[in-house]
């Protein structure tokens, strides 16, 4: 088996259409499928032999028979190796509310099945695992709306009596993605090279448009007569009659039942189909169900809606017989189910098995800024630096109204509303002086009385005192990011301009400061007067 990796650099927005969503847009899967690079070569091979592909022999090794594979384009991490990211195991689970919390693997051996009491999948759709950590990834997101022109294109806009909006949201330019092809000789090797090495090729919808520019880097092509390349890191090991393995899928499943319908599970009589697996037992499942389609180019046909298994679904199974080391490797370089020159079907054995827990690492996409702006001069720099400060502004505003009210108060019957409306006033002041030392200052001991300063240490916010919150927010106005959960690498940015920078702000610290503390206080006025 020959493996090609290929490193794509994005340079447009891609628009690989998922299907669902609302009618009026277009949303597109976090990754570059297989079908798009198998399209992409068909077309250029069509245009230098001007052969029918399906009777051809090179084009029917090359895109029909399965000999060659063309597998999904997932993001790389950030190592020196760039390893391709996989799909986010679906066994795995968190604590809600704590995104940074361990991570709990439900397929494994030892695994804790109570450990989190309202447990959660993760929500990035990428991962790669280092030791007993794990990198989780999201793809950037593009989002632009465009306008249909009018029927008459000599008007050539839209008019009250036709043109409608609507919504692009896609892959965001400047990310690296990466993708192998998998072929069972060197027949074509040529022509895939010839086609992909070092250039730019269009990939997706809306090509015309402005979408689709993606540049293409081959790596050293990987020879393995045993078959022994694997997606995942690590060498396979036997596995014994009547052990426990798993069977992660690594991206979407197509497969029949019985009954010769698309399934969107796993039964005993597909288990049983499968050479390697036959009589095993399915023991346990953590999957779900999606639907894909996908269109002909050559008929502007779309393909016939198909139910899948989403990758990532793990199968908890056991062997009747022994599973060999070849038998493992040789099932993984197979792949399972229907379209498997598409990148469908691809399957790992013991992936992570080990690992019943993990910590999470987030990984800010890895980007190629080579072919974006360095810099920006005049009116365009002053314009980004706007538009960044009011998206970074519109970003805290809602993240502390939520915080504001998802505080837990105990005030009702410990603290008059007269204080409260005192130390308001204070706060109030300070925002339109800045002086945060002020409020500090008022509610020190040698400033507030006695029967003030008890109410004050009688209330609670959480498990602590009222007294006490408020002077550790004040003494470290830093600390207001962490506590309303910002997150840095989701910080607006436009080309060059960023906004992180701003949260080395000690102004925009303090502001932000004085307005949590000024809108607990008039939450916790409100709830005094109501009782």
Known sequence: MIVLPITLTLLDPILATSLGGDPNSNTTYPFIPGSLLRG???????????????????????????????????????????????????AWRQQKGVPKGRIHNWSADDAD????????????????????????????????????????????????????????????????????????????????????????????????????????????????????????SGEPTAIAAGSKFTLTLLSDLIIRDEYGQYADHLTAEMINRISELAGAELVDSFKQAAIVGGHNKKWSLPLAQTVVIRAGSVFVLKPKTPLTRQ???????RGLGERQTEGFGRVA??????????????????????????????ESQKLAKLMVSRLLQRKFD???????????????????????????????????????????????DDHLKRRARDQFETARIGP??????????????????????????????IGPVTSAERLEDDALASEYTLRLIDGVLARAGKEVKEQ
């Open 113 to 232: 099945m109570d450990s989190p009491d309202q447990p959660r999948g993760l929500k990035s759709p990428f991962c790669w695992p280092a030791d007993d950590h794990v990198k989780l990834c999201e793809p950037l997101r593009y989002f632009n709306v465009h306008n249909r022109r009018a029927e008459d294109r000599k008007i050539g806009r839209a008019t009250e009596e036709s043109g409608a909006l609507f919504r692009y949201e896609a892959i965001a330019p400047h990310q690296l993605f990466k993708s192998y092809i998998l072929m069972e000789s060197d027949t074509g090797l040529a022509v895939v090279q010839d086609f992909l090495e070092n250039r730019t090729v269009l990939l997706g919808g809306s090509r015309g448009a402005g979408y689709g520019r993606v540049e293409v880097h081959l790596g050293e092509t990987i020879d393995t007569n045993d078959r022994s390349w694997r997606e995942i």
């Open 349 to 378: 054995v013991n992936w992570c098995r080990e690992q019943d827990t993990l910590w999470p690492e987030k990984l800010v996409p890895v980007t190629n800024t080579a072919g974006s702006p360095n810099t920006l001069e005049g």
């Open 327 to 333: 038998a493992i490797l040789s099932l993984e370089a």
């Open 398 to 444: 809602r993240l502390l109204t939520d915080k504001i009210f998802q505080i837990n108060l105990g005030v009702r019957g410990r603290i008059k509303a007269s204080q409260l409306a005192r130390l308001r006033l204070v706060v109030r002041n300070a925002l339109t002086t800045g002086d945060i030392k002020a409020v500090a200052l008022w509610l020190s």
């Open 40 to 90: 992409a070569l068909a077309g250029y091979f069509t245009q230098q032999n001007s052969v029918d592909l399906p009777v051809d022999p090179e084009a029917k090794s090359l895109f029909f028979n399965g000999h060659t594979c063309f597998l999904n384009a997932y993001p790389v991490d950030d190592s020196e190796a760039q390893n391709r990211m996989l799909p986010t195991p679906l």
């Open 464 to 493: 602590d005192r009222l007294r006490d919150w408020l002077l550790q927010q004040l003494t470290a106005p830093r600390q207001i990011w962490e506590t309303l959960g910002v997150e840095r690498d989701k910080l607006p940015v």
